[in-house]
């Protein structure tokens, strides 16, 4: 039986605020990490971004889906890594939801729509509880 992911009010105020920084890894095993603005919660149990450059990012997620996100409010000492699977979607609704969402901001179409499943989350807040498995 799959764990129920359970976002905190917390975890929501760090996403909304914070910059996303995302971590993917190529079919060698090397990583890939970067920022990624257009990253958003979709829903309790996922996350949904705009794929623009279709550059290593795209590569990796159609390779083997494996992502990391990681917020982190430096100020207080606070954040938290996701990690899960990611798929990119160039139509349907996943993708019309991402035109709909570039159109907003003020951003260009994008190649694809990403969708990232939280699988686990952990912390990263300074101190005793750095990197322990939120239950």
């Known amino acids: 039986m799959k764990k129920m992911i359970n976002l905190t009010e917390e975890m929501k ?3 909304k605020k914070q910059l996303a920084i995302l971590a ?3 079919e060698f095993g090397n990583p890939n990490i970067g920022p990624k603005r ?25 390779n083997n ?3 990391a996100i990681a917020y982190i409010d430096r100020e207080n000492l606070k954040g ?8 990119l ?3 349907g609704k996943y993708f019309e939801d991402a ?3 570039a159109e907003k901001n003020n951003m ?4 694809a729509a990403g969708v990232f499943t939280i699988e686990k989350i952990f912390t990263l807040h300074s101190g005793a509880q750095a990197g322990k498995e939120v239950k």
Request: hydrophobic content about 30%.
């Open 24 to 26: 993917t890894v190529d």
């Open 99 to 101: 035109v709909k969402w």
């Open 13 to 15: 105020e760090i996403i």
């Open 65 to 67: 889906g494996k992502m």
């Open 108 to 111: 260009k179409v994008p190649k």
């Open 38 to 62: 257009s990253m958003r919660l979709y829903d309790e149990k996922s996350f949904m971004f705009n794929e623009n450059t279709g550059g290593s990012t795209q590569k990796n997620i159609k």
């Open 89 to 91: 979607y160039t139509d």
């Open 80 to 87: 938290y890594r996701f990690v899960g699977t990611a798929k």
